[in-house]
Antibody, heavy 116, light 107 residues
Framework: EVQLVESGGGLVKPGGSQRLSCAAS????????MNWVRRAPGKALEWVSS????????YYADSVKGRFTVSRDNAKNSLYLQMNSLTVDDTAVYYC?????????WGQGTLVTVSS | AIQLTQSPSSLSASVGDRVTITCRAS??????LAWYQQKPEKAPKLLIY???SLESGVPSRFSGGGSGTVFTLTISSLQPEDFATYYC?????????FGGGTKVEIK
């Protein structure tokens, strides 16, 4: 069974940093592209970042470019999102996901709250 | 970026109704369109991928259609467990984008 488990969320002050992790199991992680998607309170889903299976290609939404860094460790079956210079607009539940063509699996999400 | 506009943004329907949600893209593409269902406090669930392919385990009352700039999600006979918010997503090109969502409520 495919499982994606996010961790690392919490309360952080504006301007602060947070690192999210996603532990994957039940599939060959090293062969899957991975994504981060977020949902702010009362808002629609928003794609954040994608990374290909070998980390050869990385993409970011304009809203996070230059502040967020996605990475992965295929030996540890793990995906990461380093978030710097956080603002209140980054408050959201963050999900790690596989591509729709790869089953479209989502984790349960981890809440990041940016507030003073 | 390909912008996706969903309509309606919300609808009220009864159990047994046929419901169609539309997703319009700012420029056309042939596939690379997915539909998700999200219930409160839950992660989104994939229903349809490649515009028309039903994800394994999803009831056959859900179907996807369209290509180019207009895509649809149809629920042939609405069931109580289908009351939720639905999103389209394009993965044809980066940046990936989602529609604004359609909330399906009980009439």
């Amino acid at each position: 069974e495919v499982q994606l488990v996010e961790s690392g969320g919490g309360l952080v002050k504006p301007g602060g940093s947070q690192r999210l992790s996603c532990a994957a199991s039940g599939f060959t992680f090293s062969t899957y592209n991975m994504n981060w998607v977020r949902r702010a309170p009362g808002k629609a889903l928003e794609w954040v970042s994608s990374i290909t299976s070998s980390s050869n290609y990385i993409y970011y939404a304009d809203s996070v470019k230059g502040r967020f860094t996605v990475s992965r460790d295929n030996a540890k079956n793990s995906l990461y999102l380093q978030m710097n210079s956080l603002t209140v607009d980054d408050t959201a539940v963050y999900y790690c996901t596989t591509d729709p063509g790869d089953g479209g699996h989502w984790g349960q999400g981890t809440l990041v709250t940016v507030s003073s | 970026a390909i912008q996706l506009t969903q309509s309606p943004s919300s609808l009220s329907a009864s159990v047994g109704d046929r419901v169609t949600i539309t997703c319009r893209a700012s420029r056309g593409f042939s596939s690379g369109l997915a539909w998700y269902q999200q219930k409160p406090e839950k992660a989104p669930k994939l229903l349809i991928y490649d515009a028309v392919s039903l994800e394994s385990g999803v009831p056959s009352r859900f179907s996807g259609g369209g290509s180019g700039t207009v895509f649809t999600l149809t629920i042939s006979s609405l069931q109580p467990e289908d009351f939720a918010t639905y999103y389209c997503q394009q993965y044809h090109d980066y940046p990936l984008t989602f529609g604004g969502g359609t909330k399906v409520e009980i009439k």
